[in-house]
C-alpha cells in the first residue's frame, strides 16, 4: 500500500514541525509527508529533526498561505508524484496583540488572511483531489481562542473563531457526501517560540505609553497564571496523529483536559458528533 500524502503549512516550528517529524518517522503507518513553510531561510531547525527522513518520507517545500501560486504548485506536486492527497493539517499562524481600536486596520486585515482565508485557500486546493478519491482528511488548527474570547486578542480570536465556522459548516457535507472528515484541533496554551515571544514582548499600538504599559501587565499576568497548563508541541502532534489514525474522527477535539474543562462551559457534546448529526436530519435530509 503506498504512503499517505500528508501536507502541513507552518512548519518551521512548534506545532508543524513536531507534527511533520512524528508522521515522517512513522514505521507502523506510512506516510510522505510534505512540511511547508512561509520561507524556506527559517527550514534549519525542521532540517536537523528530521534527520535521515529528509527527502525520504519528509520533504521541505515553500508555501505561504496568503499567496495561492505557492499552495497550488504544492498541491500539484503532490498529486503528480503521488496521485493522491490524502490528509491536510492547516497549521500556518500569526497573531497580534491588541485593543481592537488601536491597532491599524492593515494589521487586522492581515492576520485574518493568514489565520482564516489562509484555511480557505489551501482547503479549496485540496477539494478537487480529494472529492475525486472519496477520501480525504482535514485537520484544522484552531485555539481555546477559538471558541473563547480572551482580552487583547480580539483580531487573533476573532481570526480562529471564523476558522471554527468554516470549519463546521463543512463538515457535514464532505463527510456524507465525499468521505472527507475535517477536524478541528484546539490547542490550549503550548510551550512554542511563537509563544515565548507572546509572553514577553510589549504589544505596539497607537496610544498613550499609560495605556501600553497597562495592557503589558494585564497581559503578563494573565499569560502566567496559565503557565500550569502548558503543553509542548509533541504533545499537541501525538493528538493530530490520533487524529489522522481514527477510523471515525470526531469533529472537534480538545488538546487536554483544562481546554475540555473550558469547553464543557460552551459545548453540550465536545466532540460536536451530536450537532453535525442534527445538521444531516434537518439539513441534508429535510423530510426526517
Request: glycine share 4%.
Amino acid at each position: 500500500m503506498a504512503p499517505r500524502t500528508v501536507l502541513i503549512t507552518g512548519c518551521s516550528s512548534g506545532i508543524g514541525l513536531a507534527t511533520a517529524v512524528l508522521l515522517a518517522k512513522e514505521s507502523q503507518h506510512e506516510f510522505k509527508v510534505y512540511a511547508t513553510m512561509r520561507n524556506l531561510k527559517s527550514k534549519a531547525n525542521l532540517e536537523n529533526a528530521a534527520g535521515d527522513t529528509l527527502n525520504k518520507t519528509l520533504y521541505i517545500r515553500e508555501l505561504d498561505v496568503t499567496k495561492e501560486t505557492t499552495i497550488t504548485t504544492v498541491v500539484d506536486e503532490i498529486l503528480r508524484d503521488n496521485g493522491s492527497m490524502d490528509i491536510l493539517v492547516n497549521n500556518a499562524g500569526c497573531y497580534t496583540i491588541d485593543m481592537i481600536d488601536r491597532k491599524s486596520l492593515d494589521i487586522c486585515q492581515s492576520v485574518m488572511d493568514v489565520n482564516y482565508w489562509g484555511v480557505v485557500r489551501t482547503v479549496r486546493a485540496v477539494l478537487p483531489a480529494m472529492k475525486k478519491q472519496k477520501s480525504g482528511r482535514i485537520l484544522n488548527v484552531t485555539s481555546l481562542a477559538g471558541f473563547q474570547g480572551f482580552p487583547f486578542f480580539a483580531t487573533y480570536t476573532s481570526s480562529k473563531f471564523a476558522v471554527e465556522g468554516f470549519s463546521e459548516s463543512i463538515a457535514s457535507v464532505l463527510r456524507d457526501a465525499y468521505n472527507i472528515r475535517v477536524s478541528i484541533v484546539e490547542p490550549g496554551p503550548v510551550a512554542t517560540p511563537l509563544a515565548v515571544i507572546q509572553a514577553n514582548d510589549k504589544p505596539t499600538f497607537d496610544g498613550s505609553e499609560a495605556d501600553m504599559e497597562k495592557v503589558f501587565f494585564i497581559r503578563r499576568k494573565y499569560l502566567k497564571s496559565m503557565s500550569h497548563v502548558l503543553q509542548t508541541s509533541e504533545e499537541i502532534a501525538q493528538l493530530h496523529r490520533e487524529i489522522i489514525l481514527s477510523e471515525n474522527p470526531h469533529m472537534r477535539y480538545q488538546s487536554s483536559e483544562y481546554v475540555k474543562e473550558i469547553a464543557a462551559a460552551k459545548f453540550k457534546d465536545t466532540s460536536t458528533d451530536d450537532v453535525l448529526n442534527e445538521l444531516k436530519r434537518g439539513i441534508i435530509d429535510p423530510k426526517q
